[in-house]
C-alpha cells in the first residue's frame, strides 16, 4: 500500500519554465512533509521540507504548497534549469528524526536546454 | 567525514551468497535508518536503530535480513542467501534525535 502518491512519473520542462511535481498522502498523523533530490549514483538530498502549520514554503526557486484539507503537496520549481535535471522525490513522516519516511515513487525530471 | 559514508558502493554476488554492507553515520547522530531502493522507485524502509538498539525491523522483507549496530555507531546489514530480488540501492540515512535525515550515496547490489 503506497502511502504517498506522486505524478507524475516523467516531466520534461524547457530551461526557464515551471517544473511542478504533485503528491497526495492519507495518514492524517503525518505532519512533515519533505522534498528529495536524488542525481544518478547518489543518495537523496534533502531539498526543501514543510510543516502542516502553514500553506506555502518558499526557498530559493523552489516552493512547497501544501493543502491539509486535500491532504495534497505540491513542489514548484521556477525558472527551471538544466542542472535541475533530477529525480525528485515527495515523502512524508510524522516529524522528523526518529520516525520512518515514507516516499513517492519519484519524478524524473529532465529540463532541455 | 562530512556526511553519510557506505561501502562497497557497488557489490556483485552469486545467488546464494551472504552479503555485509556498511554504513558509517555522521558522527553523533544518535539515529541510523536502512531503506531499500528498488531500480526507479522510492527508497521503502528496512529498519531503524536508536543508538545501538534496534527499535523497528518491520521492513526487512525475510529472515535473510538482518541489521546490527552493535556500538551506536557504524551499521551492517547482511542478508544471507542472496536471491535475485534482493538487486536493489540499499541506503543508510542518518540523523539527530529530532533533525534531518541525511543520506548516504548507497551500496548498489545485484545478484546474479
Known amino acids: 500500500q503506497q502511502q504517498v502518491k506522486q505524478s507524475p512519473q516523467s516531466l520534461i520542462v524547457q530551461k526557464g519554465g515551471i517544473s511542478i511535481i504533485n503528491c497526495a498522502y492519507e495518514?492524517?498523523?503525518?505532519?512533515?512533509f519533505p522534498w528529495y533530490q536524488q542525481f544518478p549514483g547518489k543518495g537523496p538530498a534533502l531539498l526543501i521540507a514543510?510543516?502542516?502549520?502553514?500553506s506555502e514554503k518558499k526557498e530559493g526557486r523552489f516552493t512547497i504548497s501544501f493543502n491539509k484539507s486535500a491532504k495534497q503537496f505540491s513542489l514548484h520549481i521556477m525558472d527551471s534549469q538544466p542542472g535541475d535535471s533530477a529525480t525528485y522525490f515527495c515523502?512524508?513522516?510524522?516529524?522528523?528524526?526518529?520516525?520512518?519516511?515514507?516516499f513517492g515513487t519519484g519524478t524524473r525530471l529532465t529540463v532541455i536546454p | 567525514g562530512a556526511g553519510v559514508s557506505q561501502s562497497p558502493r557497488y557489490k556483485v554476488a552469486k545467488r546464494g551468497q551472504d552479503v555485509a554492507l556498511r554504513c558509517d553515520p555522521i558522527?553523533?547522530?544518535?539515529?541510523l535508518f536502512w531503506y531499500q531502493q528498488a531500480l526507479g522507485q522510492g527508497p521503502e524502509f528496512l529498519t531503524y536503530?536508536?543508538?545501538?538498539?534496534?527499535?523497528?525491523k518491520s521492513g526487512l522483507p525475510s529472515d535473510r535480513f538482518f541489521a546490527e549496530r552493535p556500538e551506536g555507531s557504524v551499521s551492517t546489514l547482511k542478508i544471507q542467501r542472496t536471491q535475485q530480488e534482493d538487486s536493489a540501492v540499499y541506503l543508510c540515512?542518518?540523523?539527530?534525535?529530532?533533525?534531518?535525515?541525511?543520506f548516504g550515496p548507497g551500496t548498489r547490489l545485484t545478484v546474479t
Open positions: 515523502a512524508a513522516s510524522k516529524e522528523t528524526g526518529a520516525n520512518n519516511l515514507f
Open positions: 558522527s553523533g547522530h544518535v539515529s
Open positions: 514543510i510543516r502542516p502549520d502553514v
Open positions: 536503530f536508536q543508538n545501538e538498539a534496534q527499535l523497528d
Open positions: 495518514n492524517t498523523a503525518f505532519d512533515y
Open positions: 540515512a542518518s540523523s539527530s534525535r529530532t533533525g534531518e535525515k541525511y
